[in-house]
């Protein structure tokens, strides 16, 4: 194994209080430490970490592609590592989850033969679950990036959860300055095939700061393009129906048919 | 001190976290704070807290309205058209 390492690490969401002590000690072990944060708060907060401590932020161009982007972080990343270099990256919430750079860049480090790995952290779902006080194992959960979810047309189900992210930048595959909503009734219009347009989804946005609240909007399915959108705002949709229990399945695990 | 400091404050020191989650109101008081600056941050509300940062907080450059890191897959081409 060469000399440079990578390792990606998650700040959670809550700045301060949500980095784990194995994140820490990956952070206090690396020569230099290439931070993301969602907000210019949790940004400073980053640059007091370590001595060499580096924002990515400046890679992101208004109407540039994001692809591009994240490519230029993967090299970022990568290129200290092939100079030798402990690299520790930060990316806010869980690393592994919405990031495509962060598995990108362990892929090539560790293709080039370098050691690299990912820790785990609090993730912007995690913090739903505990704010909205639902269990995705009560009903099931899907969970789509919301593009995604319209370009590829899954089957719904609608007696579980759905949970999509990303909703203001339907369709935008660049860096934007503003929240993109004009495709948000293209949502509506989709769920609207499977849900009534009167049931209530949750428009949801975790705290990045211990004191503060969470954003959380009740709002019909019909209202949502109306509805106060935030760029980091997630839909939980709940569920709209109840799914029987498959009883010939119930007898044949052994539970009573009672 | 403004805001922004209050809360790099608050994820800096976890001592200060914590006797802020007991005593709220003595704590903010401490910091100096104006009344209006006071009411924003017991108050808890996210949205006017960002607007108040924005304004506080110097920002380099550009700003895009938030740090995405995900994109969907490259969307596969259409078909060709059909030969004539």
């Known amino acids: 194994v060469a000399a440079g390492s990578l390792t990606v690490i998650g700040t959670g969401i809550r700045m301060g209080v949500q980095l784990t002590p194995e994140a820490r000690a990956a952070i206090d072990a690396s020569d230099e430490l290439l931070h993301l944060a969602a907000d210019p708060l949790t940004e400073e907060w980053l640059l007091g970490l370590h001595p060499r401590s580096t924002s990515l932020g400046s890679e992101y161009r208004v109407g540039e592609r994001r692809e591009e982007i994240y490519e230029r972080i993967v090299e970022r990343l990568v290129t200290p590592v092939r100079e030798g270099r402990r690299v520790c990256a930060a990316f806010y919430g869980h690393p592994g989850i919405y990031v495509r750079p962060s598995h990108e860049a362990i892929r090539r480090a560790r293709e080039e033969g370098y050691e690299a790995r990912m820790l785990p952290a609090i993730s912007a779902e995690d913090c739903l679950f505990a704010d909205l006080g639902v269990d995705p194992a009560a009903t099931g959960c899907a969970s789509y990036d919301a593009t995604d979810f319209l370009l590829r047309s899954p089957e719904l189900d609608a007696a579980s959860a759905l949970l999509l992210w990303q909703i203001t930048v339907i369709g935008d595959p660049n860096a934007v300055a503003e929240s993109r909503i004009d495709n948000v009734h293209v949502l509506v219009e989709r769920l609207a095939e499977t849900y009534p347009r009167d049931h209530e989804v949750i428009v949801y946005e975790a705290s990045p700061y211990p004191i503060a609240e969470p954003v959380i909007e009740r709002v019909p399915l019909g209202a949502l393009a109306e509805a106060p959108l935030t760029p980091l705002s997630t839909l939980y949709v709940p569920p709209a129906s109840v799914r029987d229990v498959d009883r010939e399945m119930a007898v044949r695990l052994g539970f009573s048919t009672d | ?84």
């Open chain 2, 1 to 84: 001190m403004t805001v922004a400091e209050f809360l790099l404050a608050l994820a800096r020191d976890s001592e200060l976290l914590l006797r802020f989650a007991e005593e709220p109101e003595r704590v903010v008081k401490e910091s100096g704070l104006g009344e209006t600056q006071r009411k924003l941050l017991l108050s808890g509300n996210l949205r006017e807290l960002r607007v108040k940062i924005k304004a506080e907080v110097e920002i380099d450059g550009e700003m895009v309205a938030f740090h995405t890191v995900y994109a969907p897959h490259p969307v596969p081409p259409p078909p060709p058209p059909p030969k004539e």
